[in-house]
């Protein structure tokens, strides 16, 4: 069951000649996707064959940690039908280490495409075999003799701290990046308070959001040009370029990254690299095209987790009122064997640093380590799901505790509507807004004002019952200026993301994007933006579907991650085609021998606005300039084929005070959950569930919609049953869909949505990146726990973010074990 | 009991008739995508949870990488590929794309098959019928809901 609350509806104009028509930005037209997707006719990286390709499969670890003390192919290679493999040892003459993002001690690991010297998570891939068949290739994989001298192992990110056991010598320590942030004056706000209430533990737990399609490539490697070709689903390969070009020691332009189709993202498919290194290897070596599929244990055991962070010594000062004027923070953050992407995710919470408040004094001390698990990477809400997840969890708990409405302490500590654009303590600027009209929404649909009859009722029934908020912005658009308060020697900041939009011989509209779809519906979309500017259908335009680097549309940040397409793509498609418009005019001006003031694009055509009968259609214009162009006035400078680079308005961050405006966009999720425990065994049922969304302008409803839904059912997963947990030996007991259990259509509860668009004022179509939702179905399944267990400072303290119901029960059985995590001094 | 390693065998796919000389071991899922080029239906997972893999196996729903494509051995077998007939969508099918059923599309014809497959055997399925039905289809896009939705469109 599906409710949308319509808010009053925008005027969906275009401006043409003065009369405004409706246009197709706003609406749902049927997704160009779609077609070939529901008839099976999608081409995805495994649907890609090339003669004679070999199928790769990697060995891999059943250690934690342990050193490689030798690895024999011999027996591999025997086998008939076996290609061919690759080892640590080549690895490391043939590559240099990927470069690393953090300062020292981060900097000196050595990350490689295959383990060198060490394993150092169950999974670590330490050889490849390439063979003629993927049946074959995995019998090869058995028969590489690996020995290993089994080394003590560190599971835990606070035991790793004291770095008894280290993972890489190199570093000499297993933490990458540690700093200090520090805003407002947090002494001061401490001695003001009535209040203080002390949090000494929060965790957030480890889980993915597993695309269901698993990662892989197929790579050629051109001999006579030395030129790879990854046919993969690399969602960021312009960040996988940068990483893998240096460590082959071949210029970018030789690696070509190609994709139609993928099968879900999330960001799990940003750290790539290493796979793709040895596909590279493996097919220069091989003279062969290499093909790898990861298998799905594979991707649970060492493909790549959402990150795991520990909060410790919470201290939130509070005024009687309710008022909350900061709060001060340990955070500790487990980055799993390798940091990769990662350090970016100590930096990239302060995105979001008071959440949804107006809290002005904010200290967190941040501090990333490594243990012996899976690596992390970016996962659907990426290091500000972590961070939101704390603030939700100090507002529910200080509610708790001081006996105060959690709703009513939300609506006082919200940014308010008023104050946008509204600059955060640490000069981020939340662009546009209503929180608390978002929250009312959302009440409203689960039916917030009858909130004691289903009280009264479930209790009868022996349950308990509660009710819980989850407010988020989903930060979008990055300035990439904060990875230099990471590492000052960064040369990354700003952001872009480039289309080419042209007019072709037969007037079809072709588009090309720099982005990487994985499902947000980029095709339609784009087609949507370029049908309003030019004065046509979206039917009429052709926008090529997925990715290449060669089709020169592609900038150094381009790809589809953090919530930007909506401001960074359509920024792109929206400056080429205006680009286009101009040229079009021009043209038909020249033939017409006008002013291209005097043309209007309407219809398919261009044509003179006193006279439409007097009309070029767009075949005219494409034969004319591309094939037929005798005549035409020299001075004419057009082609009907642009480029255009849409660069975000950012400036280069404050280094010594952590201080700058690091997104360019703040879309709103707010959430709301009620629930019912059974006391007795812990289970708990979603009853009802809201979810109300602002991003701004919606360019394709449908698709923000879908992606309400689709960020739910994550959070809800996460938030019930999701968790990558290790044995005491490091190895990972959830490696697959049967024992990690994602939500099925039978475990989702109703979700109703609503939503407001606040026009964000900072981009070109008022419309703000809204994909990953901050997580606020984790936050709002907590709270509506911590809201069902007790009230006014008794009962159990929620205190992890993945509670399945043995958890709950575990706080019903012993409320004073989580009790004692929280205390509060009055004045 | 004789050892067989290969076996040449015959499958009706969608119409066509197909005879390949298969190991015995090579599952069902494999023989289609990789052997027959029948891209369509996908492989998400090695458990038998995601059903990503669902076809249609002498009219009974499947999940092919759960069957030897030796056992499959004279059957008609229907994938994604056969649903639309000369282009034309059938109801589900367009029921999916109305609705905005599908998003990055990998789950799709998986979760096609088994909607197919209930359609057939319950032309007027109530919601927690359709929930059923798809339980054993995993999408991480869409939250089900508007699958859901689509299947009791196309119902109507």
């Not at chain 1, 969906?12 to 077609?35: C, H």
């Not at chain 1, 071949?250 to 790539?272: A, E, P």
């Not at chain 1, 507002?395 to 006996?403: N, R």
Request: include cysteine; proline fraction near 5%.
């Amino acid at each position: 069951m599906t409710e949308t609350t319509v808010s009053p509806e925008r005027a969906l104009v275009v401006e043409e000649g003065g009369e405004a028509q409706r246009g197709f930005i706003g609406t749902n037209v049927p997704r160009k996707e779609d077609k070939r997707l529901v008839q099976g006719e999608g081409v995805f990286f495994d649907d890609v064959k090339r003669h004679e390709m070999g199928f790769v499969y990697f060995v891999r670890s059943p250690y934690a940690h342990a050193r490689i003390k030798s690895v024999d192919v011999a027996k591999a290679l025997e086998l008939d039908g076996v290609y061919g493999t690759l080892t640590g040892d080549e690895v490391a003459i043939l590559t240099d280490p990927f470069f690393e993002l953090s300062t020292p001690p981060g900097a000196h690991i050595k990350d490689y495409a295959l383990a060198v010297g060490k394993v150092r998570h169950v999974g670590d891939p330490v050889a490849a075999v390439v063979a003629r068949t993927r049946e074959l290739a995995r019998d090869a994989a058995e028969l590489v003799e690996v020995e290993y001298e089994p080394l003590p192992l560190v599971l835990d990110a606070e035991e790793a701290l004291k770095d008894d056991v280290i993972l890489h010598e190199d570093a000499a320590s297993n933490t990458v990046w540690s700093g200090v942030f520090d805003w407002g004056d947090f002494d001061a706000a401490l001695s003001e308070a009535d209040h203080v209430v002390r949090i000494e533990r929060l965790h957030f737990d480890r889980f993915s959001s597993t695309p269901l399609e698993c990662s892989g490539c197929v790579v050629e490697f051109n001999r006579g040009t030395g030129q790879w070709t990854i046919h993969g689903n690399h969602q960021m390969p312009g960040i996988g370029a940068i990483w893998m070009a240096p460590a082959l020691r071949v210029g970018i332009d030789k690696l070509r990254f190609v994709s139609q189709d993928i099968g879900g993202g999330f960001g799990n498919k940003i750290t790539l690299h290493p796979q793709y290194t040895a596909c590279c290897l493996l097919a220069r070596k091989l003279n062969r095209p290499v093909q790898w599929t990861e298998w799905r244990t594979d991707q649970h055991t060492a493909n790549t987790h959402g990150n795991e962070r520990t909060f410790l010594d919470v201290t939130v000062p509070v005024k009687a009122d309710g008022t909350m004027l900061g709060f001060s923070v340990r955070a500790l953050d487990d980055c799993g064997a390798f940091p990769r992407y990662e350090p970016l995710g100590c930096i990239i919470w302060a995105q979001v640093t008071p959440g949804c408040y107006r809290w002005r004094n904010v200290r967190v001390d941040f501090t990333q380590v490594c243990t012996n698990k899976s690596p992390v990477a970016p996962n659907r809400g990426y290091s500000r799901m972590q961070h939101l997840w704390l603030t939700e969890r100090i507002v529910d708990i200080v509610s708790h505790e001081l006996g105060l409405d959690p709703i009513e302490v939300r609506k006082k500590n919200y940014v308010k509507h008023e104050e946008f654009p509204y600059e955060t303590p640490n000069g981020c600027i939340y662009d546009s807004g209503d929180y608390a009209r978002c929250l009312d929404i959302a009440l409203d649909l689960i039916g917030y004002s009858s909130l004691e009859e289903k009280r009264r009722d479930a209790e009868s029934r022996g349950k308990l019952f509660g009710i819980g908020i989850g407010s988020t912005l989903d930060s979008g658009t990055n300035n990439f200026g904060q990875s230099m308060i990471l590492n000052p020697e960064l040369q990354f900041s700003g952001n872009n993301e480039v289309a080419t939009v042209k007019l072709d011989i037969f007037g079809e509209v072709v588009v090309t994007l720099g982005t990487v779809p994985q499902g947000q519906g980029h095709e339609t979309t784009s087609a949507q933006v370029v049908a309003d500017i030019l004065g046509c259908t979206p039917d009429d335009i052709n926008v090529r579907a997925g990715h290449d680097t060669y089709w020169n549309s592609t900038a150094g940040f381009s790809g589809t991650y953090a919530s930007q397409f909506a401001v960074t793509g359509l920024g792109a498609v929206k400056g080429a085609a205006d680009k286009l418009a101009v040229e079009m005019k021009q043209l038909a001006a020249a033939v017409f021998g006008c002013s291209p003031d005097d043309i209007e694009l309407a219809e398919s055509q261009a044509r003179i606005k006193a006279n439409p009968e007097a009309a070029l259609p767009f075949m005219a214009l494409g034969a004319i300039l591309n094939a037929n162009n005798a005549g035409l006035p020299p001075e004419l400078d057009v082609t009907l084929n642009v480029r255009h680079v849409y660069r975000p308005p950012f400036e280069k961050p404050d280094l010594e005070r952590k201080y700058g405006n690091l997104t360019l966009t703040y879309a709103t999720q707010i959430h709301a959950c009620a629930l019912e425990i059974d006391p007795e065994t812990g289970v708990y049922e979603v009853v009802d569930y809201a979810a109300v969304d602002d991003c701004g302008n919606r360019i394709h409803p449908q698709i923000v919609e879908g992606q309400v839904h689709g960020a739910t059912a994550h959070a809800l997963g996460a938030a019930t049953h999701e968790i990558f947990t290790y044995d005491e030996e490091g190895n990972l007991l959830t490696p697959n869909f049967y024992d990690y259990h994602v939500p099925h259509a039978l475990d989702m509860p109703p979700i109703k949505t609503g939503f407001i668009e606040s026009a964000s004022p900072f981009t070109p179509l008022g419309a703000k990146g809204m994909g990953e939702g901050g997580g606020a179905g984790i936050h709002a399944v907590c709270a509506a726990l911590q809201n069902a267990l007790g009230r006014r400072g008794e009962g159990p303290i929620v205190w992890r973010s993945c509670n399945p119901s043995q958890g709950v029960w575990e706080l019903l059985q012993s409320p004073e074990k989580t009790r004692k995590l929280v205390s509060v001094e009055s004045r | 009991m004789e050892v067989v390693a290969r076996k040449t065998i015959e499958v009706e796919v969608n119409g066509e008739s197909y005879e390949r000389e298969v190991e015995a071991r090579r599952l069902l899922i494999h023989l289609i995508r990789d052997d027959l080029d029948l891209t369509g239906s996908h492989i998400g997972c090695d458990t038998g949870n995601c059903g990503a893999c669902s076809v249609l196996v002498d009219g009974v729903l499947v999940k092919s990488c759960m069957m030897l494509a030796i056992q499959a051995d004279g059957t008609k077998i229907e994938t994604v590929e056969g649903l639309a007939r000369d282009g034309e969508l059938t109801a589900l099918q367009q029921a999916f794309s109305d609705h905005h059923a599908l998003q990055c599309g990998y789950c799709t014809p998986g979760m096609l098959m088994s909607a197919t497959a209930l359609l057939r055997v319950n032309k007027h399925p109530s919601e927690p019928e359709i929930r059923k039905a798809i339980q054993g289809n995993i999408c991480r896009c869409t939250g089900y809901v508007n699958i859901v939705e689509a299947v009791k469109a196309a119902a109507e």
